[in-house]
């Protein structure tokens, strides 16, 4: 079945510790993009791409990067620059010229620092 | 600032009828989405509106009032799996999507 994968589902991670946040989709979606949920909160955009090679910060970029080698693949590096990285992270993909941009989710990956 | 209200919180009884509303202030508009989110789990598209109206699936259904800046989704019939928080996103002049923080909707039998 088609569908957007995200590992790991939960994850721990000391303080000063970078960690990578996987995404694929075989979807055949061009844009992908990753979103931070924090409790009582909207979704916060981080990171999309549009295209392989190519992608743009969103609103809350600082301290994570992300690369877009292939289709397929979009993951997120959650850096030791980010002050206060423990919150649900979720990847989507829409499909090439939706008339909507619904965006179609993974299950998320949950992550804790200690 | 661009900004999207919804309650936080909402309950309902099984069998009811529930509207949960959401009102916007966004630097353009290009349609309303619904989703849906279990805990824990990831969010699942329920509607879109970009014109004025009724939009009806099934149980479910969106309404738009675009010089309002308003939309309500209104849930018939309610079961205990629609325990959930429903979100309301916005998708602005610049086709950036804009979330509300969500309205966890909780159903008592």
């Known amino acids: 079945d088609g569908g957007i994968t995200q590992s790991p589902k939960y994850l721990f991670r000391k303080e000063g510790q970078n960690v990578t946040l996987s995404c694929e989709q075989n979807?055949?979606?061009?844009?992908m993009y990753w979103y931070r949920q924090d409790p009582g909160q909207g979704l916060r955009l981080i990171y999309y791409?549009?295209?392989?090679?190519?992608?743009q910060k969103g609103d809350i970029a600082e301290g994570y990067s992300v690369s877009r080698e292939k289709k397929e693949s979009f993951p997120l590096t959650v850096t030791s620059a980010q002050k206060n990285p423990t919150a649900f992270y979720l990847c989507?993909?829409?499909?090439?010229?939706?008339?909507?941009?619904?965006?179609?989710f993974g299950e998320g990956s949950r992550l804790t620092v200690l | 600032g661009q900004n999207i209200d919804q309650p936080t919180e909402m309950t309902a009884t099984e069998g009811a009828i529930v509207q949960i509303n959401c009102t916007y202030q966004?630097?353009?508009?290009?349609?309303l989405f619904w989703y849906q989110q279990h805990a824990g789990e990831a969010p699942t598209f329920l509607s879109y509106?970009?014109l004025d109206g009724l939009e009806e699936k099934g149980r479910f259904s969106s309404f738009l009032s675009r010089s309002k800046g308003y939309s309500y989704l209104l849930l018939k019939e309610l079961q205990m799996k629609d325990s959930a928080s429903y979100l309301c996103?916005?998708?602005?002049?610049?086709?950036?999507?804009?979330w509300g923080a969500g309205t966890k909707l909780i159903i008592k039998p």
């Open positions: 966004t630097s353009g508009f290009n349609g």
């Open positions: 996103a916005v998708l602005d002049s610049n086709y950036q999507l804009i």
């Open positions: 979807l055949n979606h061009d844009a």
């Open positions: 791409s549009q295209i392989v090679n190519d992608f």
């Open positions: 509106n970009v």
């Open positions: 989507a993909s829409t499909p090439p010229g939706s008339d909507t941009g619904e965006l179609f």
